[in-house]
């Protein structure tokens, strides 16, 4: 989708900025400083979503790098993993 983990982070950092910035200037237009702080944790809600989506899309990224340049050496770092953990090691189907 040409969608990359560097484009996560960022719109998570954004979401920061944007959760204070809508809290302060809700703060100054609403009545209700209740209200105005709904604004902003709406907002910052938002933040922890795309830092998931990018640790998750950096660790595919990674991956999908690691079997395209050196399938060989995907195969024996499995092969390692297998072996530290008692070789319970699920087959590929």
């Known amino acids: 989708m040409g969608i990359r983990s560097g484009m996560m982070y960022t719109a998570g950092i954004i979401s920061v900025g944007a959760s204070f910035a809508s809290w302060v200037l809700s703060k100054e237009v609403e009545q209700d400083i209740a209200r105005a702080d709904r604004w902003g944790l709406f907002i910052g809600e938002w ?3 795309f830092f998931a989506m990018g640790v998750a899309l950096r660790i595919e990224e990674t ?3 690691l ?3 050196h ?3 995907e195969m024996r ?3 390692r993993m297998g072996r530290r ?4 090691m699920t087959e590929r189907v």
């Open 47 to 49: 933040a922890p979503t």
């Open 63 to 65: 991956r999908s790098e």
């Open 67 to 69: 079997i395209a340049g």
């Open 71 to 73: 399938p060989e050496e």
């Open 77 to 79: 770092r499995e092969e």
């Open 85 to 88: 953990m008692g070789g319970r």
